[in-house]
């Protein structure tokens, strides 16, 4: 079975940075491309970042290059986001999952087909 948890969002100030973590259970990170993905509020979740298990593309939304890195950890079987000079419009909720297609440009999800979505972590960021 597969489980997703993530943890590590909070408060910070705008400038401000957080790493979010993700656990992973039932997947094998150096086997599976992973990726972060937000919810804002009364919109639906989309990509932040997306990585792939081996060589392939790097994915980030254009409002966060730059400033946020994705890493994974295979032997942990960990996934991270490095969120440096953050700012009000990054406040949401976070959460990481399985990737389903992961392009230049382009990330697709493999949640709630592959796996359930975790519980999320929130990030708030105070102006």
């Known amino acids: 079975r597969v489980q997703v948890v993530e943890s590590g969002g909070g408060l910070a100030q705008t400038g401000g940075s957080l790493t979010i973590s993700c656990k992973v259970y039932?997947?094998?990170?150096?086997?599976?491309?992973m990726g972060w993905f937000r919810q804002f509020p009364e919109r639906e979740r989309e990509a932040v970042s997306c990585?792939?298990?081996?060589?392939?593309?790097?994915y980030y939304v254009d409002d966060v290059k730059g400033r946020f890195t994705i890493s994974r950890d295979n032997a942990e079987n960990t996934l991270y986001l490095q969120m440096n000079n953050l700012n009000p419009e990054d406040t949401a909720m976070y959460y990481c999952?399985?990737?389903?297609?992961?392009?230049?440009?382009?990330?697709?999800?493999?949640?709630?087909?592959?796996?359930?979505w975790g519980q999320g972590t929130q990030v708030t960021v105070s102006s």
């Open positions: 990585i792939s298990a081996g060589s392939g593309p790097t």
């Open positions: 999952a399985a990737v389903r297609r992961l392009a230049h440009g382009y990330c697709a999800s493999a949640a709630p087909s592959r796996h359930s």
């Open positions: 039932g997947l094998n990170l150096a086997t599976d491309s």
